[in-house]
């Protein structure tokens, strides 16, 4: 493991033009940029830099190399071997722009003051418990094939993962267990998921927006956001589309809950389990298909419901409304005919009369 100037030195093979580049580039607090930037497709000498040298960038050099505070802002390169930065503190912030990693970056615990991987390709990232001072950039192309986890992370500026693909079909694709998100969590704009993304018990101060996201995973939790807490509002809107199940029991919104014009698909079970969420500002449910599965929002509670009837699926045992409340209906049908129908649909339980849902 590089710690000092002379352990480069030592290094066999030695230092590499492109990795020479890179020194130089940190020492004068500028951007390394291999061949022309562009994410390289395989390993390739005039691009690649040796993850033990990248880690020993990162975390400041040494006395004998001196970097300025502007950190390691390198792109276009192919890291080869395995950058694992666990439970160290990273110098100024750590700009990682299209470059492909050989193995996946661990960064257990380590605390960064801003993270950029943007159109970074990587066979998974374990950041559990790492601490950013400023905002996480998962976007721009960025690929992760395996989990990205960042159970327990603080963040302290936003978490982007705009355009981003995330691909762990067989267990979770994003793991934010119990993260804390200062800012707003995006994960829209040709935002593709295949495997669970898990907000279990995680706050988001900002919103969370999934506007055009796409998250598959029919045989479970697409999208699982179970007990957390987010001060905004959470877009599942536009082009958003889901397959699997959609689970916000026990979440607490504060602003609004939109769902206009989503897409919701999971033959198997529940599409969207809104069971006990608490939507402090409207609900909006205007134009969603609901391709397969049920809507269940037994015992929820929302501000303002804003919905048409066409969004509700038929069926019996498709629509669960037992206990469901709300302050006050803004919708595009409001007559007691076609609103008895909505009720109608939220009727039955297993061929069982259930309580439909009454004002707050």
Request: aromatic share 8%; proline share 4%.
């Amino acid at each position: 493991m590089i710690r000092s100037w002379s352990d480069i030195e030592a290094l066999d093979p030695p230092l590499t033009a492109p990795e020479r580049r890179l020194i130089e580039a940190c020492k004068a607090g500028e951007m390394c940029m291999l061949g022309d930037g562009t994410r390289p497709e395989r390993p390739d000498p005039a691009r690649t830099i040796r993850a033990d040298l990248l880690r020993y960038l990162i975390l400041g050099g040494c006395d004998e190399c001196r970097l300025l505070e502007w950190g390691v802002q390198l792109a276009g390169a192919w890291i080869s071997g395995e950058l694992d930065l666990s439970f160290a503190t990273a110098k100024g912030p750590t700009g990682l722009l299209f470059c492909r990693f050989q193995r996946p970056v661990q960064a257990l615990h380590t605390a960064f003051d801003f993270l950029n991987l943007i159109g970074c390709a990587l066979p998974g990232l374990n950041a559990q418990g790492v601490s950013v001072t400023g905002s996480v950039f998962l976007s721009g192309g960025f690929e992760a094939k395996g989990e990205v986890s960042l159970a327990g992370a603080v963040i302290g500026g936003q978490l982007d993962c705009t355009a981003g693909t995330f691909c762990n079909p067989k267990g979770k694709a994003i793991n934010a267990y119990s993260a804390r998100v200062t800012g707003a969590v995006f994960m829209c704009a040709k935002f593709e998921a295949e495997g669970e993304v898990n907000l279990l018990g995680a706050a988001i101060c900002g919103e969370l927006n999934c506007i055009g996201g796409t998250f598959r995973n029919p045989k479970g939790d697409a999208l699982n956001a179970d007990g957390a807490q987010v001060l905004g509002t959470v877009f599942l809107c536009g082009a958003f589309r889901v397959e699997g199940e959609i689970s916000l029991s026990g979440t607490v919104i504060s602003g609004q809950l939109d769902c206009t014009g989503g897409t919701f698909r999971n033959p198997k079970g529940i599409a969207l389990n809104g069971q006990r969420m608490t939507v402090i500002a409207g609900f909006f449910w205007r134009g969603a298909m609901v391709e397969a599965g049920q809507v269940v929002l037994a015992s929820a509670r929302v501000g303002d419901l804003i919905d048409d009837l066409d969004s509700w699926p038929v069926g019996e045992n498709r629509v669960i409304l037992d206990g469901f409340t709300y302050d006050r209906i803004s919708a595009s049908f409001t007559d007691a005919k076609t609103r008895l129908a909505w009720l109608a649909r939220g009727t039955l339980w297993k061929g069982s009369f259930t309580p439909n849902p009454t004002p707050n």
